[in-house]
């Protein structure tokens, strides 16, 4: 008797001649039905109906995918950008000079300087913090989009309010690419020696909106990228001392070269100096005549940023190779 009152209770929410299409409609999603299987309770099928969880359903889906996709490109995106600015790093250097510096740090390319270290670094960073607002911030829209909002007036609002900091931050925006494509086509980096027109010093720092450089009397230079205008860089792949030897008006100029010569190429199988100096010194010949003097010109091929070291030592050689073979360097008259 007590098992046929437990029936009897609980058959109104059992009855077999009520369907899905008694709370759902004729045309009865699959969500709806799901939920009368399961539960065969009216409110919650009534429910489902009403708040069209089909729809949601195809909406959440679409989030999902849309959000697997914006993560899968920004990761190859981030590996793309990582491989090409490495790449960018390493390819400035001449293959001699990649020789000799991948000595220096045993073997590995990705330490071949500290500098071009510090550039791939630097704008990886920038250009992957780039990549991943874009894709993200796409994401989002198309996001914000599949959950009905209206994105016509939020990117109207964007595209004043873009226009107002456009005009607002001029120099800002300017400065900020100046300084991306100062990193992206590798014109300096820390540690160069850089004549940027109104100050001439060492490179100690690199932002995206201005560079900081210390001149020889050791003042700090601040200059905005945006205002950079013309740029000589003395420390990029390699670089070149240059002495102008003035010797005396009656000299053999042959003596003379040939002494500087054989002082050049001592200096050059030196080995202190055999990894500074790259190729084979040369004697360019007289550079210059005067009433008093001779100018016979040498160079020399060398690391970058190393020219003032090699160019202090050749002349202090070539002072002791002309005392021993005679050679007189010539005075300036008094004024």
């Known amino acids: ?73 920004r990761r190859i995106a981030h590996g793309m950008i990582t491989k090409v600015t490495v790449g960018m790093a390493e390819g400035t250097m001449s293959e001699k000079l990649r020789e000799r510096t991948r000595t220096v740090f045993d073997g590995s390319p990705a330490l071949l300087s500290e500098r071009r270290r510090q550039r791939a670094s630097t704008l990886g960073s920038v250009l992957r913090s780039i990549a991943s607002i874009v894709i993200m911030g796409t994401a989002m829209f198309s996001v914000l989009g599949e959950l009905g909002l209206d994105l016509a007036p939020v990117l109207a609002s964007a595209s004043v309010i873009g226009v107002a900091v456009g005009f607002g931050a001029q120099n800002i925006v300017k400065d900020f690419l100046a300084g991306l494509f100062m990193l992206l086509e590798d014109q300096f980096g820390v540690g160069d020696i850089v004549d940027v027109g109104p100050a001439k010093g060492t490179v100690e720092a690199v932002t995206l909106r201005v560079t900081r450089l210390r001149d020889i009397n050791g003042v700090v230079w601040y200059m905005r990228n945006g205002e ?108």
């Open 228 to 335: 950079i205008l013309r740029l000589g860089n003395e420390s990029q792949n390699w670089a070149r001392a240059v002495l102008d030897i003035p010797v005396d008006y009656g000299e053999d100029t042959g003596k003379v070269k040939d002494v500087l010569k054989v002082t050049a190429d001592e200096l050059a199988a030196d080995p202190a100096w055999d990894e500074i100096v790259l190729e084979e010194p040369s004697v360019w010949g007289v550079q210059g005549l005067s009433g008093d003097a001779v100018i016979v010109r040498v160079v020399l091929k060398t690391a970058p940023g190393r020219q003032g070291d090699v160019a202090r030592e050749l002349r202090e050689r070539v002072k002791h190779s002309f005392d021993e073979a005679g050679v007189t360097v010539a005075t300036p008259p008094p004024a």
């Open 1 to 73: 008797m007590f098992t046929a009152a437990v029936l009897g209770a609980a058959a109104p929410l059992f009855d077999a001649d009520e369907r899905p299409e008694t709370y759902c409609g004729q045309n009865a999603s699959m969500p709806c039905r799901l939920f009368w299987n399961v539960t065969h309770s009216p409110d919650a099928t009534r429910f489902v109906e009403t708040y069209d969880l089909d729809l949601w359903t195809n909406r959440l889906v679409a989030i999902v995918i849309t959000l697997v996709i914006a993560l899968i490109l």
